[in-house]
């Protein structure tokens, strides 16, 4: 199986998809500071992810995920409970 995953950044509030074939390690790699483009908003809380069963189709929706209309999709029908449950915790959201 394949993933398409979405983080929340703990720190900066803001959402981080990417996708992957070990969700486990890739999140680990995430929280441990090792990839470049994650590593100023530590910590990270995975708040939504997908199993797909090619390569091709997480990425494709990785891809779909990081369009306009992808951001608007994944705030309105994946994420909304994360940011219900970070504005009821205080956190401010983007």
Not at 34 to 52: C, D, M, N, R
């Amino acid at each position: 199986m394949h993933y398409c995953y979405i983080l929340l950044s703990l720190k900066s509030h803001i959402f981080y998809s990417g996708s992957t074939k070990n969700l486990k390690a890739r999140i680990k790699l995430h929280n441990e500071g090792k990839v470049k483009s994650t590593k100023p908003h530590l910590p990270w809380e995975l708040v939504w992810y997908g199993a797909f069963e090619t390569e091709k189709q997480s990425k494709n929706f990785e891809k779909y995920l990081k369009s306009g209309s992808g951001k608007a999709f994944a705030y309105k029908r994946l994420v909304s409970v994360a940011l219900a449950k970070d504005i009821t915790k205080g956190r401010k959201t983007d």
